[in-house]
């Protein structure tokens, strides 16, 4: 897809407890937190899929080696139906061993410096933002399903090392501060600008 959806202004209230609500730290970085996020890969929309495929020969550059050449690989055949999806249906990226830790699995787009090589080609290709990563990675750990945006608390809850957040010794801020970029994505700067005035209304950080 070329443009992520917006979600409506109407369903902000039922999301805003959840974006307003305190992080526990600050944005992780990638030599930290060695892409936790990204071990067991992700469902992508069949329509990217077919974007990223098309872009194949761009692309490989800026993948890790061992998987650059083998697109035939990059995604695994299982499916996955869901209006979530623009075209209700997804695919899955493959699972692989990590370059240069081979004992440790991830996504096959992930590279030894712990950097996403679909982001890093949409950024040498200047394809904006999220160009060709898949739309439900730059939004994590924002998940938007049925209308809605939330952080994602039951994921974060089972995989405590993927939250996307590292300590800090300042006053902690919500969860819609720390994650703004991800929210604006899900619901737009407006929809962003509508939570941070909710927060000031109500004498929230
Ligand atoms: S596509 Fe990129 S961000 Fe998403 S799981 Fe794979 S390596 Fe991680």
Redesign the pocket.
């Known amino acids: 897809m070329s443009e992520p959806p917006k979600i409506s202004q109407a369903c902000l209230p039922a999301a805003a407890a959840n974006l307003l609500a305190l992080a526990h730290g600050e944005r992780c970085v990638p030599s930290e937190c060695q ?1 936790a ?2 071990p067991g ?2 469902w992508v929309d069949i329509l990217h899929v077919q974007r990223i495929l098309d872009a194949a020969d761009q692309i490989r550059p800026y993948l890790a080696p061992e998987y650059a050449g083998e697109e035939d690989a990059w995604f695994s055949e299982e499916e996955m139906d869901h209006e979530d999806f623009p075209s209700g249906l997804a695919i899955a ?1 493959a699972i692989v061993p990590r370059p240069g830790q081979p004992t440790r699995t991830g ?1 096959i ?2 590279r030894a410096d712990h950097l ?1 090589g ?2 890093v080609a949409s950024e040498a290709l200047s394809l904006g933002w999220p160009g060709l ?2 739309l439900d ?1 730059a939004l994590y750990p924002i998940t938007r399903s049925a209308g809605t945006a939330l952080y994602d608390e039951e994921t974060t809850a089972d995989n405590p090392h993927a939250d996307c957040q590292r300590p800090r010794s300042t006053p902690l801020r919500p969860r819609y501060q720390v994650f703004r970029q991800e929210v604006e994505l899900a619901i737009g700067a407006a929809g962003w600008q509508h939570l941070d005035q909710r927060a000031k209304e109500s004498g929230k950080p």
Do not use: E, N, V, W
């Open positions: 892409a996020c990204c890969g992700i990226t996504c787009f992930l996403c679909l982001q990563k898949p990675c």
